[in-house]
């Protein structure tokens, strides 16, 4: 007993009785500890077995430890079983049903009860996007601070549930404060977790800040998060010759060869280069299996990136023609339960990539409605995080940004962005302003370069070649695609009548003089 006495100022027999003291021995999680609770037959020993047995994974034994009891701490212990389960419409019961109906702590044990109630309700709640979900979690960590328990965990909590329900600058706030515990209790585990989930509120954010990286000690692990804001954050020039990618060593590593190479195929697509974005995307969706596995493995905590995943997986199904798979990406990113605004926008984004390139709908989620998930993104997030997603979609969907600018519900955010790339215009169709036929036409006059806005940046001349002899695009024997007549079809999406095809709308609204011009060539 003396040396589990090291662990507390009190003796396990009086620490079982106060939260923080036994908080104490708990987080040692000794095998000593374990043997001395089964030599007492309390209904407080057998709570604390139960919660021990939680800690190391042992949920059977936790379940059956707490069988007969009706103690109110149990409840909440039996509860928290449940949402290990998965079993988040009875966790919400139970939760509602104890607190709704609280009788009063009477003691320590009760207070902590309560604490614990309303932390896991807080994220069965949380889990299923329930706003008040948040206050219940703050509601639990104030509880616990005032009983000495330990609150890394809790926080972690609250912090995946901001990042779900859209406060990433809260998330971040919180787990800066974890991370901070963690490293003066030298916790790796907790500080590695909060490492990790910490990135994913910073991607969402449109935050790169590889300083956030500091003092991990996984070398491995710090190298791959890194290479993952890198690709997130910064556009790849396209190349003839195609970089090979390293072999990922984990999930993190997984995502960054993901973006990259849904980037490539991409950049292969609206060139023209079919074959060979149908061979990058195939390497998307084999990559994706890595990915799919870690997110079986860390349950919850993963969910944001797995959503971004999900999207790049959907839009190189949508290259290869592989609508089941692109519509089976769209089910299992509405089956997360995301309020997560920037993976509410990503969806909507694939649903308006699926109906402008392959015409397909998708019967549970319209393109309006998908389109208008969009807007809302770019019209009530912060600055950063339009920005993040505009420079994203100039890579992986500049059509939808186009559209959206066409039928004017752009913002400031979004015109600087297409300002940004090599080709922001609809255009598909030109020999000369005296002729212009539909978009699928695809002729392509010495007036281009006037109507292309270049990179200021220093791109590849033969990149620039190559977008004037391929803005035209045939697929074997399918129908000419061009980025007008996507467009064409996105701005229907909007529900708006084209008098004009996006291309004249582009004119009329960017470049009036040369609109006019057209117009009077016409008539005359």
């Known amino acids: 007993m003396s040396s589990l006495n090291l662990h507390s100022a009190l003796p396990l027999s009086q620490s079982l009785h106060i939260p923080g003291a036994w908080d104490s021995f708990l987080r040692h999680n000794s095998r000593q500890l374990e043997r001395e609770l089964l030599r007492w037959d309390t209904e407080t020993a057998r709570i604390r077995l139960s919660q021990l047995y939680q800690r190391q994974g042992r949920w059977e034994e936790a379940r059956k430890v707490l069988e007969g009891s009706e103690h109110l701490l149990a409840r909440a212990e039996r509860t928290a079983i449940l949402l290990h389960q998965g079993e988040h419409a009875k966790v919400i019961e139970a939760g509602k049903d104890l607190l709704s109906h609280w009788p009063g702590a009477t003691d320590m044990l009760e207070v902590e009860a309560y604490g614990r109630m309303s932390w896991v309700l807080g994220v ?9 979900s948040r206050d219940l979690l703050e509601s639990a960590a104030r509880t616990l601070c005032v009983l000495g328990i330990d609150l890394s965990q809790v926080r972690l909590d ?83 010759d195609m970089e090979e990618l390293p072999k990922p060593r984990d999930v993190y590593a997984a995502l960054a060869v993901m973006v990259r190479w849904t980037e490539r195929a991409f950049q292969e697509f609206h060139l023209g280069h079919f074959g060979d974005a149908r061979k990058t995307s195939e390497r998307v969706v084999q990559t994706f299996d890595l990915v799919r596995q870690s997110r079986r493995q860390n ?41 997560n605004p920037l993976v509410r926008c990503l969806r909507g984004v694939l649903v308006a990539e699926l109906y402008s390139i392959r015409k397909t709908t998708c019967a549970s989620y319209p393109v309006q409605d998908a389109l208008e998930d969009v807007v809302a993104f770019f019209e009530q997030s912060p600055a950063a995080s339009q920005q993040f997603l505009a420079r994203w ?40 302003y005296r002729m212009i036929n539909h978009p699928s036409a695809g002729a392509i006059s010495q007036s281009l370069y006037e109507i292309l806005e270049v990179h200021r940046a220093q791109e590849p001349k033969h990149e620039m070649q190559i977008y004037r002899h391929r803005l035209t695009m045939r697929e074997n024997d399918y129908p000419p695609i061009t980025f007008s007549l996507i467009v064409d079809h996105l701005v229907r999406g ?12 582009y004119l009329k609204r960017f470049l009036p003089e040369k609109y006019q011009k057209w117009k009077e060539a016409l008539i005359s």
């Open 158 to 240: 609250l912090a995946l549930t901001l990042l779900k329900l859209g406060d990433f600058q809260g998330a971040i706030r919180v787990y800066r404060q974890v991370l901070d515990t963690a490293r003066k209790n030298r916790d790796a585990r907790t500080f590695e977790r909060a490492m990790t989930e910490g990135c994913s509120a910073l991607i969402c954010a449109g935050e790169f800040d590889l300083t956030f990286l500091e003092g991990m000690s996984n070398k491995p692990l710090r190298t791959s998060l890194r290479n993952l804001m890198q690709a997130l954050f910064q556009r790849t020039s396209f190349s003839e």
């Open 393 to 432: 979609l100039l890579r992986f969907g500049i059509g939808v940004l186009v559209a959206v600018e066409l039928v004017g519900r752009g913002t400031p955010v979004i015109r600087e962005a297409l300002r940004e790339v090599m080709f922001i215009t609809p255009i598909g169709a030109f020999l000369n």
């Open 124 to 132: 069965a709640m949380g889990q299923q996007g329930h706003a008040k």
């Open 494 to 505: 909007f529900g708006v009548s084209l008098d004009e095809t996006s291309d004249l709308m």
């Open 299 to 339: 349950d919850h905590s993963f969910e944001v990136l797995y959503g971004i995943a999900l999207y790049m997986k959907g839009l190189c199904e949508v290259i290869v023609r592989d609508l089941d798979g692109a519509r089976q990406s769209l089910e299992e990113m509405e089956q997360l339960n995301l309020q």
